[in-house]
C-alpha cells in the first residue's frame, strides 16, 4: 500500500511524519529526495543543464541554487519544465526505496499524486492563524509574508476535497489518536 501524506505550509505535516516514525513508520521525504537526486544523479544534473544551461551547476559539480530559481521563477512554463524532469527522478527514487509512505507539501499542485498511484492521501490540516504562527516562528518573518506564503499554495480545503483522511493539527485535539485512528482504517 501506498500511502501520501500532504498538507499547507505550517499544518504540522512534518511533525505528524515524526509520529509516524515513532510509530516504526519510515515516510520517504520528496523535497529532502529532490535536494540528494539533484546533488547526486548524474541523469537528473545532465538533464537539468540540458533544460536550465551548464551554469546551473558549477565547475565542481555543485548546484547552483540561484540560477535554478531565477529559471524557475521566470516563467510558469519554466517551473512546469523543471518539475517534469525533478519529479519523475523523485518518483523512481521513491518506487525504489521500498517504503510506503511518502510525504510532499504539492502532491497535488506538482502532480504528483499521478506519478505514483496511492492508495490514500492524508491530509494534514490546522487554523490559519495557528498555521501563521508557527511559520512566523519557524521562519521568523512576519505574519503579512507567512499569510503570503499560505496563500501561494492550494487551498486547505481544495487538499482535504481530494484526501482519503484528514488530521486536524490545531494543537488543541489529541493528536496521537488521530495518527491511531488513520493507521487503523489504512490496516482495514
Known sequence: MKIAITG???S?????CQLLKQRGIQVYDCDA????????????????????????????????????AEFILASEANKLAVN???????????????????????????????????????????????????????DNISAERAAGWIAAQMPQEE???RSTFVINNDGVGDLGKQIDQVLAKCRQ
Not at 12 to 16: D, E, M, R
Not at 39 to 54: E, F, N, W
Not at 102 to 108: D, P, Q, R
Request: glycine share 6%; hydrophobic share 45%; proline share 4%.
Open 8 to 10: 499547507g505550509i505550517g
Open 12 to 16: 504540522g505535516k512534518s511533525y505528524v
Open 33 to 68: 529526495a529532490a535536494k540528494r537526486l539533484m546533488r547526486s544523479s548524474p541523469q537528473l544534473q545532465q538533464d537539468l543543464k540540458r533544460l536550465v544551461g551548464d551554469a546551473v551547476y558549477s565547475a565542481e559539480g555543485e548546484l547552483q541554487k540561484p540560477v535554478l
Open 84 to 138: 517534469d524532469v525533478v519529479h519523475p527522478a523523485v518518483a523512481a527514487d521513491f518506487d525504489a526505496s521500498g517504503m510506503e509512505w511518502l510525504e510532499s507539501a504539492i502532491l497535488f499542485e506538482s502532480r504528483f499524486d499521478r506519478r505514483v498511484c496511492f492508495d490514500k492521501v492524508v491530509c494534514v490540516v490546522a487554523p490559519q492563524d495557528v498555521r501563521i504562527q508557527r511559520i512566523m516562528k519557524r
Open 159 to 161: 487538499m482535504q476535497r
